[in-house]
């Protein structure tokens, strides 16, 4: 009997999993910001149809907005499904034909009035691949600079800031930043900044 104490290795299931087979959606509910469906899948080895509930949403767009002095635009509001504030960076839906980038810098000069340069798409992400059938895109833009008052909906009342970088992973990390897609953004931004990849005007 062997005396090795150490743990055996875990189970690996290496088989491929099937890909069901989508069938046509059928609307249960629509609201103002998104859709509910039942949609059938078929597996093709079992035959089995099941329906399976699929949030419909539009795209959506979140904004890394970097300033000259090496900040972070934030924006801090009352999120009615957390029934709490959260900290996040400026974001929001993708108009049907819209380019990402460009409902970037709308979304960012709406809800901060800060404009800037350099915009570009760094990630495109699934907030939830479960159930959702959308993805958010991440977008960065550059020197950044207040230029406007903001431009907010009805319903919107935002506080805005721009900490330095360092300090909005320090807080990240700290657990004062609790939006998924925020951190994916900060994910994506940090090995961009910490290689200098963001250029600051002369």
Request: hydrophobic share 45%.
């Amino acid at each position: 009997m062997s005396n090795d104490s150490s743990p055996a290795p875990p189970l690996v299931n290496s088989a491929v999993p099937a890909r069901w087979h989508r069938g046509e959606a059928r609307q249960l509910a629509r609201t103002r910001i998104l859709g509910l469906q039942a949609v059938p899948f078929t597996h093709p080895r079992r035959a089995v149809t099941r329906d399976f509930t699929v949030v419909d949403a539009p795209d959506w767009v979140n904004v890394l907005a970097h300033t000259f002095d090496d900040r972070l635009v934030l924006v801090n509001q009352f999120r009615y499904g957390i029934d709490d504030f959260s900290l996040e960076i400026p974001g929001g839906v993708v108009e049907p034909g819209e380019d990402p980038i460009v409902a970037g810098l709308r979304e960012l000069a709406e809800e901060t009035g800060y404009v800037g340069e350099r915009a570009r798409l760094l990630a495109c992400v699934h907030p939830n691949p479960a159930f959702m059938s959308n993805r958010c895109h991440l977008v960065l833009v550059e020197n950044c600079r207040l230029a406007a008052p903001p431009a907010w909906d009805a319903d919107e009342e935002i506080a805005v800031s721009a900490p330095p970088v360092a300090e909005i992973f320090a807080r990240a990390r700290a657990g004062e930043i609790t939006h998924s897609l925020v951190l994916d953004a900060l994910f994506f931004f940090e090995p961009i900044w910490r290689a200098g990849g963001v250029r600051s005007a002369v």
